[in-house]
Antibody, heavy 120, light 108 residues
């Protein structure tokens, strides 16, 4: 299993950024996917989830209405659209999932993370 | 939202010693709790799932216990590679999924 995030960088308040996560080594279209973030020197925070077929999406209250999770199963790719970012959105963003039924809604596969810095 | 509180924030121990980490939930999460290990610059790694089951490839010195609101991760004899930050996470009645604030196990 390999998850590779990209798209991080510096984004200004009022701007937008789209993160991508390229998946390989498992049947991407069969599994739900998550974004989890970690602010510098801080703990882990779950951000969003999308069901295997894209029909159900859930968000943390901290990002609801500003971030949008999506996926393209034909490209084995997960996305996170970040709109109107805030200072507190500065973090390393990981895509994560599980491909073992024992780990459902836990995380046993993680990407290497991509750093997003919100700047004024 | 279920809040997970981990204690202590930092545990200073020597190699070979026993580490006992606590995770307390603000309401019952049954056995729906996992533990992760994170080393600097790396993504987390799952070590325990469903409160007491070791994940694939995790050494037997790691064990988890508890149910309801009180959970414990025990490392029976610390190896040099075990010094890291440990997080608990629940999957009960979500969203949201939440993590504890972490316990850093550092070398004394």
């Amino acid at each position: 299993v390999q998850l590779v995030e990209s798209g991080g960088g510096v984004v200004q308040h009022g701007g937008s950024l789209r993160l991508s996560c390229a998946a390989s080594g498992f049947s991407f279209s069969r599994y739900g996917m998550h974004w989890v973030r970690q602010a510098p020197g801080r703990g882990l925070e779950w951000v969003a989830f999308i069901r295997y077929d894209g029909d159900h999406k859930y968000y943390a209250d901290s990002v609801k209405g500003r971030f949008t999770i999506s996926r393209d199963n034909s490209k084995n790719t997960l996305y996170l659209q970040m709109d109107t970012p805030r200072d507190e959105d500065t973090a390393v963003y990981y895509c994560a999932n599980q491909d073992d039924p024992n780990y459902t809604y836990y995380f046993d596969n993680w990407g290497q993370g991509t750093l997003v810095t919100v700047s004024s | 939202e279920i809040v997970l509180t981990q204690s202590p924030a930092t545990l200073s121990l020597s190699p070979g010693e026993r580490a006992t980490l606590s995770c307390r939930a603000s309401q019952s999460v049954s056995s729906n709790l996992a533990w992760y290990q994170q080393k600097p610059g790396q993504a987390p790694r799952i070590i325990i799932y469903e409160a007491s089951n070791r994940a694939t490839g995790v050494p037997a010195r790691f064990s988890g216990s508890g149910s309801g609101t009180d959970f414990t991760l025990t490392i029976s004899s610390l190896e040099p590679e075990d010094f890291a930050v440990y997080y608990c996470q629940h999957r009960y009645n979500w969203p949201p999924l939440t993590f504890g604030g972490g316990t850093k196990v550092e070398i004394k």
